[in-house]
């Protein structure tokens, strides 16, 4: 077994033989091969004490006891950091201290981002916002396919020939923005693509988590693999090498107006692989970009001309962010109508609504589809809901609208996901450089495709979209919670007063959906004229895609307290059993969350039957249950309801035997 230790910003590999040694060993071991090999010197047991003031692991920052067996608490490889008394900080660069934690994976374990053993080949065409999220997470690999190599060595071959005969070229022998009249001679062309990043790597803000650094890195690579950026086969692979080894630059959120491509995220991505700014991978965590890359067997990268130009004209922070969002928004809206559906139960709604002739005079494709999912969830010949049956012959004519339009209000919002994801897709696979290298045609051309408009539109019509899914929850959750609405106890929860049930969870429901009133003011409507006027119209792309991440991060929550009070309202309806995947969904809350009988500490729970959600377990819950009710084609059912007035069902109505009148009860 071996260990690397970092001692005074070198490293050092430290045998350790079969691990049973401590930690305070492992410590002190490093400091005298440290002295040795560093200094020269030989150094004594009594040298040592009270030298080594803490071990940590390298990934995560984990605090190691000095008494613990090396191989309990550190595997083959791992890294460590040996902070000795003398020292102030670990060498990490100017990495505050709240965030050297937060900025680790923090929903997964960080061995999610070692290298997998699974390739995906990338050509600049075959990316899907679900590939690219998988990307993200550390699934797979990248190798380049035998076309893409053949394509970006062409497009290299021209600038080459442009170079050899001294063209005038926007941003190869020019300079770029406002001083592309400015012309650079031939020994000044690498320090100008040098130089452009490092002076457009100015952002600001939180960095990227390594998942989404991961996700921009294999799009700008996605990109570049078209052929059309003028870049050198070499600098393309040093980029898939440090995708390969999760070696990820610090990447700042804020900073881009989405024209002239996402410039300064693109930059910072590019600067910790030319071995400059702060990095993380897996084997090292936080630390200086040269260090990082040494460390993992790699080189920093050296640009050539046009290089530089390539690494940051393009809108893959806009769009990277843009398919995660697109992949949230169609979990959550499909687990969405799952909930509504458990909601329309307990609160003793009827599904004639969702009746499939209503749907076909308005035949809006997501409004269809939500009728479909809310009537096999519901009471049917297939899966019969005593809870159902049991208030069936009722004297309410009408549900509320946020329980009867589910198929309206929700269907849009599946709809315009599915446009959203359209546009996303053809974006993530398109060539957003400039100029734009055309081999076979033996230009270069300087043109648009780096404005952002595109992904910055359909991402703030995405905010506007779901927020509707959240808006309507929240008034679903009130009826749970209010008794002259529901039927049920007060906030569902026994004992009200000396318990609060679910009073505030309905609350922090109404904070959320507020909140997103305001975010969901469409950033892309405005425009800033940037480079002394060249750039007189942006997109303001990226902040369209942060705050789409923002709204849903909000709908997640806001539908995850609605699936809570949904199933504490069953408690209350038992021992009626409602339809089988509606049970399902139930058990599924269960296995994380009991049942209230008396107050007790919320915000974790609502944190558990959130990550239900962001991991679809909910959708998992009932999906088979939806293809078993369609297949081969739906049967649909049609019971007796008070809101529906029938000739046919007239004679199902149960009557009194005097005067034949309607028995009626109420909904409560």
Same mark, same amino acid.
């Given at each position: 077994?071996?260990?690397?230790?970092?001692?005074?910003?070198?490293?050092?590999?430290?045998?350790?033989?079969?691990?049973?040694?401590?930690?305070?060993?492992?410590?002190?071991?490093?400091?005298?091969?440290?002295?040795?090999?560093?200094?020269?010197?030989?150094?004594?047991?009594?040298?040592?004490?009270?030298?080594?003031?803490?071990?940590?692991?390298?990934?995560?920052?984990?605090?190691?006891?000095?008494?613990?067996?090396?191989?309990?608490?550190?595997?083959?490889?791992?890294?460590?950091?040996?902070? #000795? !008394? &003398?020292?102030?900080? /670990? @060498?990490? %660069?100017?990495?505050?201290?709240?965030? =050297?934690?937060?900025? *680790?994976?923090? +929903?997964?374990?960080?061995?999610?981002?070692?290298?997998?053993?699974?390739?995906?080949?990338?050509?600049?065409?075959? #990316? !899907? &916002?679900?590939?690219? /999220? @998988?990307? %993200?997470?550390?699934?797979?690999?990248? =190798?380049?396919?035998? *076309?893409?190599? +053949?394509?970006?060595?062409?497009?290299?071959?021209?600038?080459?020939?442009?170079?050899?005969?001294?063209?005038?070229?926007?941003?190869?022998?020019?300079?770029?923005?406002?001083?592309?009249?400015?012309?650079?001679?031939?020994?000044?062309?690498?320090?100008?693509?040098?130089?452009?990043?490092?002076?457009?790597?100015?952002?600001?803000?939180?960095?990227?988590?390594?998942?989404?650094?991961?996700?921009?890195?294999?799009?700008?690579?996605?990109?570049?693999?078209?052929?059309?950026?003028?870049?050198?086969?070499?600098?393309?692979?040093?980029?898939?090498?440090?995708?390969?080894?999760?070696?990820?630059?610090?990447?700042?959120?804020?900073?881009?107006?989405?024209?002239?491509?996402?410039?300064?995220?693109?930059?910072?991505?590019?600067?910790?692989?030319?071995?400059?700014?702060?990095?993380?991978?897996?084997?090292?965590?936080?630390?200086?970009?040269?260090?990082?890359?040494?460390?993992?067997?790699?080189?920093?990268?050296?640009?050539?001309?046009?290089?530089?130009?390539?690494?940051?004209?393009?809108?893959?922070?806009?769009?990277?962010?843009?398919?995660?969002?697109?992949?949230?928004?169609?979990?959550?809206?499909?687990?969405?109508?799952?909930?509504?559906?458990?909601?329309?139960?307990?609160?003793?709604?009827?599904?004639?609504?969702?009746?499939?002739?209503?749907?076909?005079?308005?035949?809006?494709?997501?409004?269809?589809?939500?009728?479909?999912?809310?009537?096999?969830?519901?009471?049917?010949?297939?899966?019969?809901?005593?809870?159902?049956?049991?208030?069936?012959?009722?004297?309410?004519?009408?549900?509320?609208?946020?329980?009867?339009?589910?198929?309206?209000?929700?269907?849009?919002?599946?709809?315009?996901?599915?446009?959203?994801?359209?546009?996303?897709?053809?974006?993530?696979?398109?060539?957003?450089?400039?100029?734009?290298?055309?081999?076979?045609?033996?230009?270069?051309?300087?043109?648009?495709?780096?404005?952002?408009?595109?992904?910055?539109?359909?991402?703030?019509?995405?905010?506007?979209?779901?927020?509707?899914?959240?808006?309507?929850?929240?008034?679903?959750?009130?009826?749970?919670?209010?008794?002259?609405?529901?039927?049920?106890?007060?906030?569902?929860?026994?004992?009200?007063?000396?318990?609060?049930?679910?009073?505030?969870?309905?609350?922090?429901?109404?904070?959320?959906?507020?909140?997103?009133?305001?975010?969901?003011?469409?950033?892309?409507?405005?425009?800033?004229?940037?480079?002394?006027?060249?750039?007189?119209?942006?997109?303001?792309?990226?902040?369209?895609?942060?705050?789409?991440?923002?709204?849903?991060?909000?709908?997640?929550?806001?539908?995850?307290?609605?699936?809570?009070?949904?199933?504490?309202?069953?408690?209350?309806?038992?021992?009626?059993?409602?339809?089988?995947?509606?049970?399902?969904?139930?058990?599924?809350?269960?296995?994380?969350?009991?049942?209230?009988?008396?107050?007790?500490?919320?915000?974790?729970?609502?944190?558990?039957?959130?990550?239900?959600?962001?991991?679809?377990?909910?959708?998992?819950?009932?999906?088979?249950?939806?293809?078993?009710?369609?297949?081969?084609?739906?049967?649909?059912?049609?019971?007796?309801?008070?809101?529906?007035?029938?000739?046919?069902?007239?004679?199902?109505?149960?009557?009194?035997?005097?005067?034949?009148?309607?028995?009626?009860?109420?909904?409560?």
């Amino acid at each position: 077994m071996k260990v690397s230790a970092r001692v005074k910003d070198e490293w050092l590999q430290i045998p350790c033989r079969d691990g049973t040694n401590t930690v305070r060993w492992l410590g002190e071991e490093a400091w005298r091969k440290y002295q040795k090999l560093l200094l020269g010197i030989k150094i004594d047991e009594d040298d040592i004490i009270n030298v080594i003031q803490e071990v940590r692991k390298t990934r995560g920052g984990a605090l190691l006891d000095p008494d613990d067996v090396i191989v309990e608490v550190l595997d083959n490889d791992d890294f460590v950091n040996i902070v #000795l !008394t &003398t020292d102030t900080q /670990v @060498n990490v %660069g100017a990495i505050p201290d709240e965030l =050297k934690h937060v900025l *680790e994976p923090v +929903n997964s374990s960080p061995s999610n981002f070692l290298p997998a053993e699974n390739y995906v080949f990338v050509d600049g065409s075959n #990316l !899907t &916002t679900e590939l690219l /999220v @998988n990307l %993200g997470n550390g699934d797979f690999k990248i =190798k380049l396919s035998k *076309e893409a190599i +053949n394509n970006v060595m062409k497009s290299r071959s021209l600038v080459e020939t442009f170079l050899e005969e001294n063209r005038n070229v926007y941003g190869v022998t020019t300079g770029i923005g406002s001083f592309h009249s400015v012309y650079i001679p031939p020994e000044k062309l690498n320090d100008l693509q040098q130089n452009l990043i490092r002076s457009h790597a100015a952002g600001v803000g939180n960095p990227l988590s390594p998942a989404r650094t991961r996700m921009l890195l294999a799009l700008r690579i996605n990109v570049l693999a078209k052929g059309y950026s003028g870049i050198s086969l070499n600098t393309l692979q040093g980029l898939i090498d440090a995708f390969n080894a999760s070696c990820l630059s610090w990447v700042p959120e804020q900073g881009s107006v989405g024209a002239s491509g996402d410039l300064a995220p693109l930059a910072h991505l590019a600067l910790g692989i030319m071995g400059e700014g702060k990095m993380w991978s897996p084997k090292t965590g936080w630390g200086e970009a040269r260090e990082v890359l040494k460390l993992n067997g790699l080189k920093p990268l050296v640009l050539g001309p046009k290089e530089g130009v390539a690494l940051v004209n393009g809108t893959q922070l806009i769009t990277s962010i843009g398919a995660e969002a697109v992949e949230r928004a169609q979990r959550i809206a499909k687990q969405a109508d799952v909930v509504a559906a458990l909601t329309l139960e307990v609160l003793k709604g009827t599904s004639r609504a969702f009746d499939s002739d209503v749907q076909k005079i308005r035949p809006h494709k997501g409004q269809i589809a939500v009728a479909q999912r809310l009537r096999a969830l519901l009471h049917s010949d297939t899966y019969p809901s005593e809870i159902a049956e049991s208030h069936r012959f009722c004297n309410r004519v009408q549900d509320a609208y946020t329980l009867r339009c589910c198929p309206q209000v929700h269907g849009i919002v599946h709809d315009t996901i599915e446009f959203v994801q359209q546009i996303i897709r053809t974006e993530m696979n398109s060539g957003t450089d400039n100029p734009i290298v055309f081999a076979d045609r033996g230009e270069i051309i300087s043109a648009g495709n780096f404005h952002g408009e595109y992904p910055a539109k359909v991402l703030d019509f995405l905010s506007i979209a779901v927020h509707e899914l959240a808006s309507m929850s929240e008034k679903r959750t009130e009826r749970l919670v209010n008794p002259a609405l529901s039927g049920l106890p007060a906030y569902l929860v026994e004992d009200g007063g000396i318990n609060s049930g679910f009073m505030i969870a309905h609350c922090t429901a109404a904070a959320l959906v507020s909140e997103n009133k305001v975010i969901c003011h469409p950033s892309s409507v405005d425009s800033m004229s940037t480079s002394a006027g060249q750039e007189d119209h942006v997109s303001m792309g990226c902040f369209a895609a942060r705050k789409a991440l923002q709204v849903l991060e909000n709908v997640e929550h806001v539908i995850a307290i609605e699936l809570l009070a949904a199933c504490q309202a069953i408690e209350f309806l038992r021992p009626l059993r409602t339809t089988v995947p509606l049970e399902d969904v139930y058990a599924t809350v269960r296995n994380v969350v009991k049942p209230w009988d008396k107050d007790r500490f919320m915000a974790p729970e609502i944190e558990s039957v959130k990550k239900l959600l962001v991991e679809n377990k909910i959708w998992n819950a009932v999906r088979h249950h939806m293809m078993f009710y369609h297949a081969p084609e739906e049967q649909e059912t049609r019971v007796f309801s008070p809101t529906t007035t029938s000739l046919r069902e007239e004679r199902a109505r149960p009557r009194s035997n005097t005067r034949g009148a309607l028995k009626r009860k109420s909904c409560d």
